[in-house]
Every structure is written in C-alpha cells, then in structure tokens.
T-cell receptor, first 117, second 116 residues
C-alpha cells in the first residue's frame, strides 16, 4: 500500500459526459501529480499541483482540469468525454515540488479505470 | 518532447535466470526511478537513484544511474515467478540543465514473463 488513495476504482460513462476523479496523497506529501496510462501512449504526465498551486502542465487537454484543495487532496475533472479518453488515470504524490533538488520519490495510487462508451 | 527508450520490450525467461533491462535518453536526468506494475494496479516504486554513477540494490534488484546521466539499468538476479509484471523506468529532467518540472517521464516498459 503506497498510502495514496484514489476513488472511484472504476468509472463507466457515456460520451459527452463529465466525471471527477479524486486523489488523497500520502500523509505529509505536498505534491500531487496526475498521469494517464493508455495502451498505445504509456504513462503520460498531465498536471502537477504543489501545496495548492498548479506547478507544471504536461499533455493535458483543455477539456481536463484539476485542483488541489487546502487539505491537499486533488480532483481531476474530465469533461465532454470522448471514446479516446478511456484509460487508466493515476495520481502520484511526493514530498516536494521536484524543481529544486532533494529526494522526491513519487508514489502512485491504485488508479481509476475510466471507460467511455 | 523528451522520451525514454526502454529495452527490451518484453522478456520470457526461466525461473532462476538473471534479467537485465535499460533505459536511455538524449536528455540529461537528475533522477532515475524504477517501478513495477502488475495488472490492475498502480506502479510500485522499486529503486530511486539520485547521483550519477550511483549503484543501489533492493533485495535481488540492482539499478545504476549512468555516468552520463542519460541512462540507467535494472538487473534482477535469480528471478522467481512473482517477478512477473511490467517494469518501467522513469526520469526527472535535470534542473541544472534547464529542466524545471517535478514530473516524471516514463519509458514504455519491459514486460517480464517468468516460466517456473
């Protein structure tokens, strides 16, 4: 158990819909990262939050957004869903921002499997 | 964008054999991490490397951070059936070489199958 929790485990929805994925980081970790894993693209970085603020953006679509709350949990919002958004979505957490050195291992949650029909 | 080239893509080995896999990049990394992922689960951190030339072991696993900071390898000795899974390398770009983000860049993974 990494200490990172994600809900829900599975999500099935229809095209055009909007869903919210939730992540709670390990106790004491300030950074939360969201990754998307699909069969053809592997693990792709979407976005990072550090202590409530957006820190880095990867290949995140405009239809997707995220936020980190004062208690440090994070939510990833996916809207106007398309078939191609079906994937595993992982959240990871680490102690620091990762932009200035120091040990900063990232620990992954169990993921949310999103299926868009 | 930056990519990590991980090889081999898959390996089929006999129980007891040693395994070696590696990752290379054209970019310089400050951190190399190795993860293992089993079906339906999230990646589990195996080994973290922070210094060029660093050699670190975790049980039967040994990983090294390449001297050039552009590569890393993972060795598994005396493989057992529970070693089955997909192994990913991941790197964080060097902040002293222009990298300014904490996110990881992942290789495509090495799928390991172990025959008892």
């Amino acid at each position: 158990d990494s200490g990172v929790t994600q809900t829900p485990k599975h999500l099935i929805t229809a095209t055009g819909q909007r869903v919210t994925l939730r992540c709670s980081p390990r106790s004491g970790d300030l950074s939360v990262y969201w990754y998307q894993q699909s069969l053809d693209q592997g693990l792709q970085f979407l976005i990072q939050y550090y202590n409530g603020e957006e820190r880095a953006k990867g290949n995140i679509l405009e239809r997707f957004s995220a936020q980190q709350f004062p208690d440090l949990h994070s939510e990833l919002n996916l809207s106007s869903l398309e078939l191609g958004d079906s994937a595993l979505y992982f959240c990871a957490s680490s102690p620091r921002s990762g932009t200035s050195g120091g040990y900063n291992e990232q620990f992954f949650g169990p993921g949310t499997r999103l299926t868009v029909l | 964008g930056q990519q990590l080239n991980q090889s081999p893509q898959s390996m089929f080995i006999q129980e007891g054999e040693d395994v070696s896999m590696n990752c290379t990049s054209s970019s310089i990394f400050n951190t190399w991490l190795w993860y293992k992922q089993e079906p339906g689960e999230g990646p589990v951190l195996l080994i973290a490397l922070y210094k060029a030339g660093e050699l670190t072991s975790n049980g039967r696993l040994t990983a090294q951070f390449g001297i050039t900071r552009k590569d890393s390898f993972l060795n598994i000795s005396a493989s057992i059936p529970s070693d089955v899974g997909i192994y990913f390398c991941a790197g964080q770009l060097g902040w002293d070489y222009g990298g300014s983000q904490g996110n990881l860049i992942f290789g495509k993974g090495t799928k390991l199958s172990v025959k008892p």
